[in-house]
Nanobody
Framework: QVQLVESGGGLVQPGGSLRLSCAAS?????LAWYRQAPGKQRELVAR???????RYADFVKGRFTISRDNAKNTVSLQMMSLKPEDTAVYYC??????????WGQGTQVTVSS
């Protein structure tokens, strides 16, 4: 059983920055961040494998950076140049080597002046 604990959400002005972190238990192959805005489907923001291969959604390329510390089993999402449309609940997601997936509880990110 994998447990994920997220931290770092909050309120930020447009153009500002936030850093999200997620601590995972267990052996994880892929760690990812998803987000879900009100009335919209949950969507992939970025993901990173145990070998540090990354993939980003087009709407965050150049603004967000995902990183991973395999020794500490943590994943972070550095978000810069935030826009109001980035407002959402952000979820940490983990995929194990045998294909099981797990979700964190979510952390609210609000971009507003």
């Amino acid at each position: 059983q994998v447990q994920l604990v997220e931290s770092g959400g909050g309120l930020v002005q447009p153009g500002g920055s936030l850093r999200l972190s997620c601590a995972a238990s267990g052996s994880i192959f892929i760690l990812a961040w998803y987000r879900q805005a009100p009335g919209k489907q949950r969507e992939l923001v970025a993901r990173i494998t145990s070998g540090s291969s990354t993939r980003y959604a087009d709407f965050v390329k150049g603004r967000f950076t995902i990183s991973r510390d395999n020794a500490k089993n943590t994943v972070s999402l550095q978000m810069m140049s935030l826009k109001p449309e980035d407002t959402a609940v952000y979820y940490c997601n983990a995929a194990t080597w045998n294909g099981d997936t797990y979700w964190g509880q979510g952390t609210q990110v609000t971009v507003s002046s």
